[in-house]
């Protein structure tokens, strides 16, 4: 058997194309949406990153003020910095590109940023309201699987979803959204991470196995019940010279042997970190209709 390819490119760009209308709609209004991007530093993904980000809000109408500052930027003068876009008309929603530089707490950053313009959903007002199913901003990644699901038609409720992964920004909420009471979702969810002997144990049970361990490699298709949905939120460069930018993505997934034994699988590029850009899109759109109470 060969695996369906769960597209995020294709996903993505309806999103996006129904986004542009929303934005459309509400510049006739007289708003228009703005977004602040804080890249601290520069490492090449962050950069990547960003400026992915900017491409998707210019191709939907969303105004990007992109903030660069350096590597050695103070606690102090990023904390300031927010502030000032929490009190600005013009944003509605503000991203600050993790990681930041060790010597900044990145969790004070979190929760320095208004909840409502905290469009990545990392504020603990969001995480929490979204564990009680409360309406909130949901994380972007968590948010685009939970899409890219819906789009294909993928059954979830009732079935195990199975889990690599606890970081707070994928594995945690993932967790959560899947077993909600509400499609897609309703699973029965099982969460797997370095202290977890056997991997395998577990994965060979998923109906849906979402990896986010972060490394490559981490399931082959000996670990992968045939039949099964493999969501990959992996992103790794692996040097390749041969390649024209000096090296290529692959996901946490073998992806040759896995995609013969799934009955979907997601790409990578082209999967999970294009719906990410798309939901930030969203929740932009979605930040600017909260701040005018416009309903749907
Ligand atoms: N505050 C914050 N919010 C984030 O959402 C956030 C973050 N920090 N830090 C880093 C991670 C990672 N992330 C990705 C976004 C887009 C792609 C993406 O567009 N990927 C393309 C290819 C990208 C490329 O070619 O390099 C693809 O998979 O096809 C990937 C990864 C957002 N993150």
Redesign the pocket.
Known sequence: MSAAILS??EISQKILEELKKEVAFLKEKGITPGLAVIRVGDDP??I??VN??KKDAEKIGIKSYEHILPASTSQDKLCALIDNLNSDVNIHGI?????LPSHIEEQAIIERISPDKDV?G?HPINVGKMVIGQDAFL???PFGIIKMLEYAGIESKGKHTVIIGRSN?VGKPIANLMMQKRNPGNSTVTVCHTATPNVSDYTLQADILIVAAGRPCVVNADMVKPGAVVIDVG?NRIEDKEHPRGYR?VGDVDYDSVSKKASWITP???????M??AM?MYNTVLAVKKANSIKE
Do not use: E, M
Not at 95 to 99: A, E, G, I, R, S
């Open positions: 995020g490119k993904a962050s990547a990153y992915g980000k991203l600050v590109q993790l990681p990545d990392f994380p972007c990644t920004i992103i993505l990578v590029p082209g999967g999970v970190g294009l990410t850009r930030l």
